[in-house]
């Protein structure tokens, strides 16, 4: 037999566990591709770090002073803008464009500025030839405004230049078509004199039993 002289170091290690040996290499060898990885951090050029923007800061957004209203221009599109009054309507009498819409029903009817009804200004349904449940539909409704906007033009032909104040009432059938008639051709010569719009629909909070729907 050969003899061997072991070192006491040499017989810590082998007295050691395989699995302890295992982790301790592994251990080594991370610590060595750390150490890799850092050294090659460091071997780049400053101009790589100069190409990808890191050494420089963050831009920042310029500070901008809001505007006091004495500065508002036309070149500012933040300014806020007001319509600009009709020259001919400033000092016009008020008429007033009353509706009233209803499940069986629609009814239109104008008045002076003192709330007298206008002469041949009151229209409904049954008037414009329409029947029964018919007179509710959005085709009486349309043909209610039209006949009370010929008249507005009349009363414009006869007295001059005048304002109008809608006051609507209901939630029949026929709102639809005379809401949407303001903005159709027939009513560009009505259009610009509306000043004001209401609505009149009352809202009932408690009150009695209400009465019993109709069958039809």
């Not at 920042?60 to 806020?80: G, H, T, Y």
Request: glycine residues 8%.
């Amino acid at each position: 037999m050969q003899a061997y002289d072991m070192s006491a170091a040499a017989l810590t290690v082998l007295s050691l566990r395989p699995s302890v040996l295992r982790v301790s290499r592994l251990a080594f060898q991370k610590t060595r591709n750390i150490h890799a990885t850092t050294s090659r951090a460091g071997a780049f050029p400053d101009d790589l770090f100069a190409d990808m923007g890191i050494d420089k800061p963050r831009p920042v957004a310029p500070e901008v002073r809001p505007r006091a209203p004495s500065e508002w221009s036309d070149e500012n599109p933040v300014a806020p803008s007001s319509p600009l009054p009709n020259k001919q309507t400033i000092g016009s009498p008020m008429y007033h464009f009353h509706a009233h819409f209803s499940a069986n029903n629609t009814k239109i009817y104008l008045a002076d500025p003192k709330g007298r009804p206008v002469p041949r200004g009151w229209w409904s349904g049954g008037s414009c030839r329409f029947k029964g449940v018919n007179r509710s539909t959005q085709e009486a409704g349309y043909q209610c405004a039209v006949h009370a906007f010929r008249r507005i033009e009349e009363i414009i032909q006869e007295k001059g230049p005048i304002t109008l104040s809608v006051h609507l009432r209901g939630f029949g059938k026929g709102r639809t078509a005379v809401e949407q008639i303001f903005l159709t051709s027939e009513g560009e010569k009505v259009r610009p004199l509306v000043t004001e719009v209401e609505d009149r629909t009352p809202i009932k909070v408690g009150g009695t039993r209400a009465k019993k729907a109709r069958r039809l």
